[in-house]
């Protein structure tokens, strides 16, 4: 008897956790879409975002650039779950390694070619060379980045993300100047304080 309403109790669970996780994503919005504070008039343009306009016939930027629509961007956008970005590569500019706490990425090539890859939670890396028309997804959470490995030609890809605030967390930027002591990040990389300096200066921290 005992066993059987355990068996009950953990279906049950299983059922809400399953639950649970399938729901993770953007809280659900009661009404068909979400209008700022103060606002009166809402027509088209509320739902219209013309920051793209020029992006993709523009030439190549002297460095990676990233270009968004998020709720931040297009304020319509909250409570919807999306959002895009359009990255933009110089011959040989990378995406440096970073993250998305609150979303997958799901990357469209759609000029030149690209390196890309993560890391998954046993440090496991998979990469791929990507052609034009080629899609990849980034995995919700994992470290991950975008190369451009030719020395000629430029690159431009178009992402879309499951949330309307996917968050980026860069690897390089979080650790090196955010202000953690040099002594703890010399002891987590197994080198000297002059090293993590130079790296600092590097980046700008």
């Known amino acids: 008897m005992a066993s059987t309403v355990l068996k009950h109790l953990f279906f049950i669970v299983a059922v809400f956790a399953i639950s649970w996780i399938a729901q993770a994503s953007d809280p659900d919005i009661l009404t068909d879409f979400l209008v700022p504070e ?15 306009r020029g992006v993709l016939q523009s030439s190549a930027p002297p ?47 759609v000029e030149g070619s690209l390196v890309v890859g993560f890391v998954d939670t046993a440090n496991k890396l998979y990469t791929q060379t990507l052609q034009l028309g080629d899609m990849f997804v980034f ?40 202000g953690i002591d040099d002594g703890i990040l010399a002891k987590s990389f197994k080198t000297d304080v002059a090293t993590i300096q130079q790296i600092k200066a590097g980046i700008g921290g």
């Open 63 to 109: 460095n990676f650039k990233v270009t968004k629509a998020g709720m931040a961007e297009f304020p319509a956008l909250n409570g919807q779950s999306v959002a895009f970005a359009v990255l933009q590569f110089p011959a040989g500019g990378v995406n440096p390694p970073h993250t998305h706490p609150r979303s997958a990425e799901h990357l469209f090539v």
């Open 139 to 178: 995995p919700k959470g994992l470290v991950h980045f975008q190369y451009n490995a030719d020395a000629q030609e430029p690159a431009t890809a178009i992402s879309a993300f499951g949330s309307a605030n996917a968050g980026t967390v860069s690897v390089p930027l979080s650790v090196f100047t955010t």
């Open 38 to 52: 103060n606002s009166n008039a809402i027509n088209g343009s509320f739902f219209t975002f013309t920051g793209m």
